[in-house]
């Protein structure tokens, strides 16, 4: 069950504001198709309304920068039984899906922009050798009835199916209205329990829903010290480098390694990225932002004006970190060349556990 979300407003008296339903579902696909963020900040959408081989509308097909795929489907007034036999029956299609047709599914929304191009402007690199290795189902909803909680909680939890259902809420006050947004099942566990579920079939590790791996490439824009100091991991200098880092989720562990050194630190996420500019820090018991306080990187504010080349910022509570020459590092190791991916490697986190010390 969901936790229930309710906002007042406390600046002239304490009143709850009442939450009132959209004028139409089509209303709320209309919000998501522009701005897919809202409802997972790593999506690009391919198309909507997608029609399937088996003469059905998919609302909104998405994929990430990872090339797995997202099934969005709106319940409308559809029972438990015909939404969730719908969802699953697009997985069925969407599964077999080859890296052409996606291409031409998006190009057909899209006419006059090849896949390939978007998903470099969105992502900052080229779509991945292996597209569509997995898939994920979101069923968007106003409410939920507790028969259909209990049929995704038994997928999602008995079997690793990776649905997961999302409640927006829609709030008015005078002129201004509001979305709130709530999951029913914590997108990371899902996605480690169909992970796990199908990581053999799929020929790759599967993921524990908890560990991240960053890459923090010292140079003039950054400082290991720095990131000691000042608690976090950043990217920047354009798409490619900074794009990765919207996968890590608060409350996630990361594994930072400097490229061609090792393992140099390990923390949990407190906050989302955002542009250097906006990040702030505390020093000598104020808060200012990073960029006016002392660092040793003396180029971490070029291109700070320019969003495709500001470098960018996530806040992490440090756990352990050690200075570069005492850096982590056996041959087998994982590493790669994104800012920021899922640590899949379970080689490396056995010899990471130890190594920092930590109690898992």
């Not at 978007?118 to 900052?124: C, N």
Request: charged share 20%; hydrophobic share 40%; aromatic share 10%.
């Amino acid at each position: 069950m969901p936790i229930e979300l309710s906002v007042w407003r406390i600046d002239s008296g304490l009143q709850k504001v009442v939450f009132t339903p959209l004028s139409s579902e089509m209303r709320l696909e209309d919000v998501l198709a522009a701005d897919l963020s809202i409802l997972d900040s790593a999506l690009m959408l391919l198309g909507r309304q997608v029609p399937t081989s088996f003469g059905t509308l998919v609302d909104l097909l998405a994929i990430n920068a990872q090339g797995d795929l997202a099934i969005v489907e709106l319940k409308r007034s559809r029972t438990p039984r015909e939404v969730v036999a719908q969802a699953l029956d697009y997985a069925s299609w969407a599964e077999g899906l080859s890296y052409d047709q996606i291409a031409a599914i998006f190009s057909e929304h899209h006419p006059g922009t090849p896949f390939e191009e978007a998903f470099s402007e969105r992502f900052g690199a080229a779509p991945p050798e292996t597209i569509n290795a997995t898939h994920r189902l979101v069923i968007v909803a106003a409410e939920l009835d507790a028969a259909t909680e209990r049929i995704i909680n038994y997928l999602s939890s008995g079997y690793g199916v990776p649905i997961n259902a999302v409640f927006f809420r829609h709030f008015q006050e005078g002129g201004a209205e509001y979305l709130t947004r709530t999951w029913l099942i914590d997108p990371q566990e899902v996605e480690a329990k169909a992970s796990s579920a199908g990581a053999e079939r799929r020929g790759r590790e599967p993921w524990n829903g908890r560990d991240f791996y960053a890459s923090f490439g010292e140079d003039s824009r950054r400082s290991w010290e720095d990131a000691r100091q000042y608690g976090f991991i950043s990217a920047g200098g354009g798409k490619w480098y900074s794009g990765t880092l919207y996968q890590l989720t608060v409350g996630a562990r990361v594994f930072v390694c400097i490229p061609k050194v090792g393992y140099v630190g390990v923390g949990l996420i407190r906050e989302s990225v955002v542009p250097v500019a906006q990040f702030t820090v505390q020093q000598d018991g104020r808060t200012l932002p990073i960029l006016e306080a002392p660092l040793r990187a003396t180029r971490m504010g070029d291109g700070a004006t320019v969003p495709d080349l500001s470098e960018y910022v996530v806040r992490v509570e440090w756990i352990k970190t050690l200075p570069v020459s005492q850096a982590i590092w056996e041959k087998g190791m994982f590493a790669n060349q994104n800012s920021a991916c899922k640590l899949r490697n379970k080689f490396t986190l056995e010899r990471l556990v130890p190594a920092f010390g930590l109690d898992d």
